[in-house]
């Protein structure tokens, strides 16, 4: 088991930017695949992007591909989520979540979830 704690979400004007921080605990980090997803009141969660344990694979959803960039520093236990050119549509809760096999843009894989952080895009 891993917890996650997210932070870095906030209020921002469209066409700005926006860094999420997942910090995770534990010694094995490293041995999991992380994700972002998305949750806007009223609609069911969504996928965003997804790492692999090595960052050599990297998955995005259609919606924030070029605009998202997914990371991950195994050194410090964090995944990051680089959010630019945001738009009102992109306002949700995001959340981390961690498994321990390969990358998914599944959410029913995932095993672990973090509490979230609101991001809020105004027009």
């Known amino acids: 088991q891993v917890q996650l704690v997210e932070s870095g979400g906030g209020l921002v004007q469209a066409g700005g930017s926006l860094r999420l921080s997942c910090a995770a605990s534990?010694?094995?980090?490293?041995?999991?695949?992380m994700g972002w997803f998305r949750q806007a009141p009223g609609k069911e969660r969504e996928f965003v992007a997804a790492i692999s344990w090595s960052g050599g694979s990297i998955y995005y959803a259609d919606s924030v591909k070029g605009r998202f960039t997914i990371s991950r520093d195994n050194a410090k236990n964090t995944v990051y989520l680089q959010m630019n050119s945001l738009k009102p549509g992109d306002t949700a809760e995001y959340y981390c979540a961690a498994r321990r096999r390969a990358l998914s843009d599944q959410s029913v894989y995932y095993d672990n979830w973090g509490q979230g952080t609101q991001v809020t895009v105004s027009s």
């Open positions: 534990g010694r094995t980090f490293s041995s999991y695949a």
